[in-house]
C-alpha cells in the first residue's frame, strides 16, 4: 500500500488553498505558552481531527521547569495626548509584548522607551517579542512609529491577567497495527506569524486527517504544543512511553517559498534521517541538510540526552535566517498555498518511506532468477536498461536478509519508491518474500550500509 | 618471484601481435551461447592451451534456469525479386538475429519490416541483435541496406536447426601450492565481436598460457563460458566449491584504445578490488572505479546474494557506452595489439599482487633496527629520502602482524611493487619474518586498515 | 584550571626575546651525538630547569643499535700555500664533517676534492653534513670559496677525537597527580643551527619552567637527547616505563616564520592528535595536518610497533623543504622572538586541552534544564544566539557520559576552551558533574564520536 499513491489520488490543487483558508482562521488569535488563544487554537484544530486536550495546573513541576502563570490580554494601547491608539493591539496582537503584565499609567516618552521594541533596519514592520520568564511588559512597533512619538506624556494600558491557570496542549492519536510510534509535533504558541507557526500547524492537522483514514503499520501521534515548556510537560507525562517514538518530525516554517531543510536528530543517521534524505533528494530540488544542534525548536527536548529520540525538524526557510522571521511580515503572504501542499505531500512520501521499510529475502539467492519466463525482463538483448529493470536486480542482489529496501535505495542511488515498486513486483511473482523474524527486527536492522559507508561508496574508490 | 619481472622478460613488443591474430582466427566465427560455433571457438582455445569441456543436455536445470535447446546455423539471406543476397549470413554473421527458428518463405516487405533491425543513427553499421529465450526470427542491417529495401516480394531464408543438444563450455584449471582459487571468467558466446568477447578469450588464453609455467601460491581456474546461462550452469555444478574462489576477475572488452574501467566486485573492498586498485593507479593512466550494481556480465552471477564471490570485471571501454558495442563496427580494427598486450600485462601484475600479499613481522619491532651497518640506509646525512629507504621503513613500522604488504602499500601510497621489493630486501637481511601462523589467515586478515580508512586518512586530518 | 589563561597572565612581549636569548647562547657551541658539545649544552639548560643526565659508555648495547664511540673537537682548517684557513673552524663549526675522525696531513686539490662538500644551487652558504656510523672525515663550505681553490698542495687538518667515551643524555621529570606521562622530546645534537634544534630546546626549556609551578594532572617528561641513538638509548632504558607516556610532542623547526604544521602519530586519531588540531586550527593561522611516516625525528622510534606510542610531531617549517635546512642560512636571523613565543604558547594551549578533556555528566538529562533562571539564558526571546549559550547547550546535550569536552569541541565546530568554560560555568551552577568512574577511562574513553565520523558529519549528509 502507498499512502503516498493515495494521496495523489484523493488531492488536487484545492489542497494548498484548503491549508491557506485554515491558516487564514488562525491568524487573528493571539497565542501564547498559555491561555485562551491557545485553547481556542486547539478547538479549531478539534473540529477537524480528535484532538485529545491536556491541562497542567499553574506551578505543576515539570523536569527541571515549573509550568507559569496563564496569561489572557484583552486589549493593549499607547496613547499620546492627541488621543489616538499607538501600537494597538486590535489591529495586531503583535503590538504587545508577549506575557506583559498588566500595567494601566501615564508616563512621559522618555519613562516608556525602555519598553518599546522596534526593528531600526525594517522599520515598517513590527518585531514579535516575548518575556515568559521574566515578569515585564512592553509594546513593539514600527521603527517608523517610534520615530513619530513626539515628547509628552502617554497612557499605556495593557489590559492583560497573569495569574495562576492552566498549560495547555493538545494531542492527537491514530492507532497503526503497532505500538511503535511516528512522532509529529509542532508549536501552538506564537500570536499572528504564520510561517513560523501555522504553516506547521496547518499541515500537521491535514496530515492527522489523511492518516486517519489508512491502514498504517505505525502508530502516528501529533502534539500541538506550546514551544519548550510544552515539549518538557508532555515528556515529563510521558516519560516511559516515549521510547515508544521510533521515528519524529518537529515541522515548522513549512510555508514559504524557499525549498527544503532538514535539520538530523541527534542521532544524525536514524532512519528518519535516511528517510527524509531520500525524499528530498528525489522529491524536492536543491534540498539542504544540516546538522543536529541542540538550539532550535523542540527538537532540543526530544533529542535532550535523557530521551535521545530519533526526532528531526523539517523546514522550508530556516527560522532566524530569513528577515520575515519573528516580526509582521510572517503573515498570510509569506506563505502560499502551494508551498503548504508540497510541504503535506512530503510528509506524507517520508512516512510511505517508514512505513515501508521492510527487508525481503530473496528465495534464489544462486545467481539471477530467470526473470524473462515472468515476464519482468526485456525480451529481445542490445538496448539500453530501463531505470525498472535494474530496480529489480538491485532487490533481488540486496534482498539477503541484512538491507532493508532503503539500505537497497541508499546503495542502488534510485529513489526508495522504484526500490519498492519492484519489491512489490518480484513479492507477487513469487521471487522474495518478507524477511521473516521479528518484525521489530525487520525494521531495526543494524544496517550493514549505513548512509556513512554509502557516502564513501559513492566516492567510488575501494 | 614476481610474475610481472618474468613476464617482462619473456615478452616482446610482438605479444600484441600475438593476441591480434589470435582475435583475428577466432572472429569469422558464428557464435552463440550453444552450438557448433562455440565449441569451435573452444577448440581453438584447446590447441593452446588445456581446456576441459562440459556438456550439458538441453533441459538440464540449473537452478531458476533450464539449459535451453542447441541453436546451428549454415545460411540466411533476403532475396528481392532481382535475386541478390542481402543481409547476408556469408557475408557477416551478424545479419541474423542470433537464435533465429528456421524460416524459408516468400513474403511482401511490409510482412518482412517487422523482423528488421536497424541503427538509425549509425545507417552504415549492422546491429548485434539475440533471441534467446522467446522463438523468434529476424535479421539486422545497416539502416541504408534497410532503406533501399523496394516494395515488392521477397525470399525469406534462415537456414538454422533449434532443437535438443547441448549447452558447452571451456574451463581450464592450473593447480598452484593452495586449492584456493582466482577465477578468470570471459565470455565466449558472441558472434563477430572483437572488443566485446574476443578482447577477453584472447587476453585470458595467453594468461593461461603464462601463468602454467609458473610456481603459483593460488590455483587458478579460466572459465571459458556462453554468458549468462554458462556462468549459471558452472556455478549450479560447482555450488559447493564455488567457495574456493578467493579472488576473481570477469574479462571483456579490454582490447581497445579506451583507459582502464573497473568495477567493484559486490563486497567493494575484497582484496581483488584493491589489488586491482593499485595496479591500475601505478601502471596505467587516469583509471576509472565503477560501483558494483546488479547489471553488466558474468559478475552478476558470482556476485549474486547465495555466493557473494569476490569477483570484479575488469574494461577498458565500458560496455554499451561506447557506440561501437555491438554492432559490426566492434571489429578487429577496434581492438589493437598494443592495448590487448597492456591488458595482459596488467592482468600479470594483478596475479602479481594477490601472490605475494603477505604479513610480515619486524623481528627489531622495539625502535628502528640500524639499517645503516647492513647496507640498506644512505651512508652520509642531509639528502633528500630515496623512495626505496622510505617503502624499507613503512614495511619495518607496518609488519606489526595485522598488515599485509597491500595494507602498507594503501598506507604509504607507494606501488605495492616497491613495498614488495623492500620487503624482500628487509627478508633476505633477516630483519623481517614471514608472519607465521595459518597462511590462510595472512592472507585474509581482517585488515584494520581497509581502503575507505585509507581514503580518509589520505585526507589528513585527524 | 587554564594553563593557558595562567600563561597569558604571566607573559609578555619579552617573552620571544628571552627564548631567542637563550638560542643565541647555545648557537656557537659544537654539538653532536656525544661529546663535550652536547654536555655543555644540557648543562646551560640545567642552569634554568632540573635534568638529570644520563652517560651511556660507548659498546652499550641498545635494542639493534650499539652507544658509538665519543667524538670532540678542537679544531679544523684547509691551509692553501699562502697559508690562510679556509672551511675555518673557528669561524664555523659547520665546516667541518660532523663526526670527522683526526686528520692532519698535505694533499693536491684533486686528492682534497672528494672530502669537500658543497651546495652548488646556494653558492653561499655552507652545508651541514654528518658520517656518524662509517668513520671518514671531510669539510663543508660554500660553493663559491671551494670554486676558489686553486690547484696545489694543501694542509688538511682535522683536530678530533673518536675514542671510547658517553652517549648523553638529559631528563627533565615535572610529576603531576598521575603518573601518567606527556612526553616532550627534542634533539640536542645539532651544531651551529637555529630553527632545526636550537627552537626545540628553547621552547621546551621554557615550557619546562612555566609547568613546574602548576598542579598538574599529568606528569611531564622533558627529553633532550641526541637524535635517533638518543631516543633508542632512552627506549632501551625505560622499556617497560614507556607505556605511561600517554600523549608526546616532538618539538622541532618551530621558531621560523611559516605557519604551523603537525605530523600525526602512527595511530592518526590519538587523543595528542585531537588536541593539536583543536589548538592549530582554533589560535593559528591556515595549519596544516600531515600523515604519519615512518621518516622524521624522534617520533620515529616512539612510533615504531613495538612501542606506538602516541607521539606527533609538531613544526612550523617542515625539515626538508625549506631551503635554509641544514645550512649555515639556518642561523639567528632565521628564528623570530615572536615566533618562538607563539610556539610556546601553543604548547601550553595543546597541554591546557589534555589537562582538561573529561567527561561530564548532565545531571537533568531529561529535556533542558532551565537555564533562564541561573542566569545562563538571555532573558529575551528573538534575538541571534549567542556563542556562549551555545557552548553551553552543547555541553548539557552530549554530556551523557560518553562524550569527553574534546569530542563536544569536534562535534560542535566550537573551540575547545570554549566548550571548556561552559562546562566549568555548568559546573559552578551544579549542572554538570564530573562523570565518576575510572579517572583512567574518563580520560581514554573509546570516543563514539572519532574524528573520521565526526569529519563524516560536517559533511552533512544523514
Redesign the interface.
Known amino acids: 500500500m502507498s499512502l503516498l499513491k493515495d494521496f495523489d489520488q484523493k488531492h488536487s490543487a484545492a489542497l494548498g488553498h484548503e491549508l491557506h483558508r485554515f491558516a487564514r482562521e488562525l491568524y487573528p488569535i493571539c497565542r501564547s505558552i498559555t491561555g485562551d488563544g491557545l485553547r481556542r487554537t486547539l478547538a479549531m484544530i478539534q473540529d477537524r481531527i480528535p484532538v485529545q486536550l491536556a491541562e497542567l495546573p499553574t506551578g505543576t513541576p515539570?523536569?527541571?521547569?515549573t509550568v507559569p502563570k496563564e496569561w489572557n490580554i484583552h486589549d493593549a494601547f499607547i496613547k499620546p495626548a492627541d488621543g489616538r491608539r499607538v501600537a494597538d493591539f486590535q489591529k495586531s496582537n503583535l503590538h504587545v509584548l508577549n506575557y506583559s503584565i498588566p500595567v494601566h499609567a501615564k508616563m512621559l516618552l522618555h519613562e516608556l522607551k525602555p519598553h518599546l521594541f522596534t526593528i531600526p533596519e525594517k522599520p515598517d514592520w513590527i518585531?514579535?517579542?516575548?518575556?515568559?520568564?521574566?515578569e515585564?511588559w512592553g509594546f513593539c512597533l514600527s521603527h517608523n512609529q517610534m520615530l513619530a512619538l513626539e515628547e509628552g506624556q502617554y497612557e499605556v494600558c495593557i489590559d492583560s491577567t497573569l495569574a495562576p491557570g492552566h498549560l495547555t496542549y493538545g494531542e492527537c492519536y491514530l492507532p497503526g497495527r503497532r505500538t511503535d510510534e511516528v512522532l509529529i509535533s509542532c508549536h501552538a504558541c506564537h500570536p499572528s506569524l504564520a510561517n513560523d507557526n501555522l504553516s506547521g500547524l496547518t499541515v500537521a492537522t491535514h496530515l492527522a486527517q489523511f492518516l486517519s483514514g489508512q491502514d498504517l503499520h505505525y502508530s502516528y501521534r501529533f502534539l500541538f504544543i506550546p514551544g519548550?515548556i510544552g515539549?518538557?510537560a508532555w515528556?515529563?507525562r510521558n516519560?516511559s512511553n516515549a521510547q515508544r517514538v521510533r521515528h519524529g518530525l518537529v515541522l515548522t516554517c513549512i510555508g514559504d517559498a524557499g525549498r527544503f531543510h532538514y535539520k538530523?536528530s541527534?542521532r544524525?543517521?536514524?532512519e528518519i534521517?535516511?528517510a527524509?534524505?531520500d525524499v528530498l533528494n528525489h522529491h524536492t530540488e536543491l534540498p539542504?541538510?544540516?546538522?543536529f544542534?541542540?538550539?532550535g525548536y523542540d527538537e532540543?527536548?526530544y533529542?535532550?540526552?535523557?530521551?535521545?529520540l530519533p526526532v528531526g525538524c523539517l523546514m522550508r526557510s530556516v527560522w532566524?535566517s530569513f528577515p520575515e522571521y519573528?516580526t509582521s511580515a510572517d503573515n498570510l503572504d509569506f506563505i502560499q498555498p502551494a508551498r503548504l501542499a508540497e510541504s503535506l505531500r512530503v510528509c506524507v512520501a517520508i512516512f510511505d518511506v517508514l512505513e515501508n521499510n521492510r527487508c525481503y529475502r530473496?528465495l534464489?539467492?544462486?545467481?539471477?532468477?530467470?526473470l524473462?519466463?515472468r515476464g519482468l525482463y526485456r525480451?529481445?538483448?542490445?538496448e539500453?536498461?530501463r531505470a525498472e529493470?535494474?530496480a529489480r536486480?538491485?532487490v533481488?542482489?540486496?534482498?539477503?536478509g541484512e538491507h532493508t529496501l532503503l539500505d537497497i535505495a541508499e546503495r542502488?542511488l534510485l529513489p526508495f519508491s522504484a526500490i519498492r515498486d519492484a519489491a512489490d513486483l518480484l513479492f507477487q511473482s513469487g521471487l522474495v518474500a518478507v524477511f521473516s523474524g521479528e518484525d521489530k527486527d525487520t525494521k531495526t536492522s543494524p544496517h550493514s550500509t549505513s548512509?556513512?559507508?554509502i557516502?564513501?561508496?559513492?566516492?567510488?574508490?575501494?
Open positions: 515539570v523536569f527541571d521547569w518585531p514579535y517579542r516575548t518575556s515568559y520568564y521574566k515585564d519548550t515539549a518538557i515528556l515529563a516519560q538530523k541527534r544524525g543517521n536514524a534521517d535516511r527524509v534524505f539542504e541538510f544540516l546538522e544542534s541542540p538550539y532540543r527536548q533529542c535532550s540526552p535523557g530521551f535521545n532566524g519573528h530473496n534464489n539467492p544462486y545467481c539471477e532468477p530467470q524473462g519466463k525480451p529481445t538483448g542490445g539500453a536498461i529493470l535494474n536486480l538491485w533481488l542482489n540486496l534482498s539477503d542502488s548512509a556513512a559507508a557516502g564513501a561508496a559513492r566516492r567510488s574508490r575501494p
